[in-house]
């Protein structure tokens, strides 16, 4: 099992920053992609940002220019930067991870989710 914990959400004025922080543990893991999901009320769940494991990156077009997603493997956490940000940016981020358990032949592939951060912006 994976457990991911989010920080970094909060309150901000349009124009502004916050950086998303989320950390993964547990044991006997392996974390392939990881990536930052947001759902507005009234909406479905969509994809921010992804990273591989290599760095590659895949961004939404809506925050293209503005979020900036990276990774410290070291410490099984992935960061969101986000500037420039909007009154539509707001949401609840989530935090996701794909990752084999256990390290092993028999392991398998699978999601996890964080428990979401709220990130609200103000006109």
């Known amino acids: 099992q994976v457990q991911l914990v989010e920080s970094g959400g909060g309150l901000v004025q349009a124009g502004g920053s916050l950086r998303l922080s989320c950390a993964a543990s547990?044991?006997?893991?392996?974390?392939?992609?990881m990536g930052w999901y947001r759902q507005a009320p009234g909406k479905q769940r969509e994809l921010v940002a992804t990273?591989?494991?290599?760095?590659?990156?895949n961004y939404a077009d809506s925050v293209k220019g503005r979020f900036t997603i990276s990774r410290d493997n070291a410490k099984n956490t992935v960061y969101l930067q986000m500037d420039s940000l909007r009154p539509e940016d707001t949401a609840v981020y989530y935090c996701n991870t794909r990752a084999l358990s256990p390290v092993a032949i028999w392991g398998t592939v699978s999601d996890y989710w964080g428990q979401g951060t709220q990130v609200t912006v103000s006109s």
């Open positions: 990273i591989t494991r290599s760095d590659s990156t």
């Open positions: 547990g044991n006997n893991f392996r974390i392939n992609a």
